[in-house]
C-alpha cells in the first residue's frame, strides 16, 4: 500500500497518467495546469500538480507551471473526497476546498477529469488513506 500524499503515490499516478492513452489524446485539445494543496496532512502540507497541453500530461510533485488554478483543502477535505465520504461539489460549494484563477479553463477541461477518474479509481485500490474522520454532518 502506498500512503496517499507521498511522493509513491504522486509517482504512481503520474505513471498511470503517462499510460494513458487518452489523456494523452486530451491533452491535444485542452490546456490547463493545475495546483493541489494539501494543507494540515500527517507530514504536513502537499502541493502537487496537473500540468496538460501540448499533447502531454504531467503530474508531479510541487505547483504548476504555468498555474491556471489552484486549489486548497484541508487533509480531512482531500481524504474524504478521495475516498468518496465527501462529495466534491458539495466541498466546493460549501467552502471546503477554496478554488482560485481561471475557472472557465477549469470548465473547459471537464473530459480531461473524466479520463483522470479512471487513473484515480486505479491507484486507489493501492493506497492508505489513514485514519480520518469526517465532520461533514
Do not use: C, K
Amino acid at each position: 500500500m502506498t500512503r496517499y500524499l507521498s511522493l509513491d503515490w504522486i509517482d504512481a499516478v503520474a505513471d498511470r497518467i503517462a499510460a494513458s492513452d487518452e489523456l494523452q489524446t486530451l491533452a491535444q485539445h485542452h490546456e490547463v495546469g493545475i495546483t493541489q494543496v494539501v494543507t494540515e496532512g500527517p507530514e504536513g502540507d502537499v502541493t502537487y500538480h496537473l500540468q496538460v497541453g501540448d499533447g502531454s500530461v504531467g503530474f508531479g510533485a510541487g505547483p504548476a507551471e504555468p498555474e491556471h488554478v489552484r486549489m486548497e483543502q484541508t487533509w480531512e477535505t482531500a481524504v474524504g473526497v478521495a475516498t468518496g465520504a465527501i462529495n466534491a461539489q458539495d466541498a466546493f460549494i460549501n467552502g471546503r476546498i477554496l478554488l482560485t484563477g481561471d475557472q472557465q479553463r477549469l470548465l473547459d477541461a471537464q473530459p480531461v477529469f473524466g479520463a483522470l477518474d479512471e487513473v484515480f479509481t486505479e491507484v486507489r485500490e493501492h493506497t492508505d488513506y489513514g485514519e480520518v474522520t469526517s465532520d461533514d454532518g
